[in-house]
Nanobody
């Protein structure tokens, strides 16, 4: 099992930046692919980005490509999401998630096995 705790959320102005972090505890973090999802009030939880266990393969939702960067540090058991050029529509509760699947995008909530509690991001216009 792996336990996930997100941090780094907050309030930003449109055009600004935030960096989210997700700390993992438990065994074998380096064997898990990691993802970020977000959920706006009254909406479904949506895929944002995914990074493979080695960090060599990255996937992004079209809405964040070129603005967000996912990365990981397997020595520190952390995964990060650098968010630049923020827009009001980026507002939501951001979750990190983990699974052990390989070789695909895996952008569905049901495809992830472990979840953090979420960190709130609010972008003002």
């Amino acid at each position: 099992q792996v336990q996930l705790v997100e941090s780094g959320g907050g309030l930003a102005q449109a055009g600004g930046s935030l960096r989210l972090s997700c700390a993992a505890s438990g065994r074998a973090f380096s064997t898990y692919a990691m993802g970020w999802f977000r959920q706006a009030p009254g909406k479904e939880r949506d895929f944002v980005a995914r990074i493979s266990s080695s960090g060599g393969t990255l996937y992004y939702a079209d809405s964040v490509k070129g603005r967000f960067t996912i990365s990981r540090d397997n020595a520190k058991n952390t995964v990060s999401l650098q968010m630049n050029s923020l827009k009001p529509e980026d507002t939501g509760l951001y979750y990190c998630a983990a699974d052990k699947k390989y070789g695909g995008i895996y952008n569905r909530v049901s495809e992830y096995d472990y979840w953090g509690q979420g960190t709130q991001v609010t972008v003002s216009s």
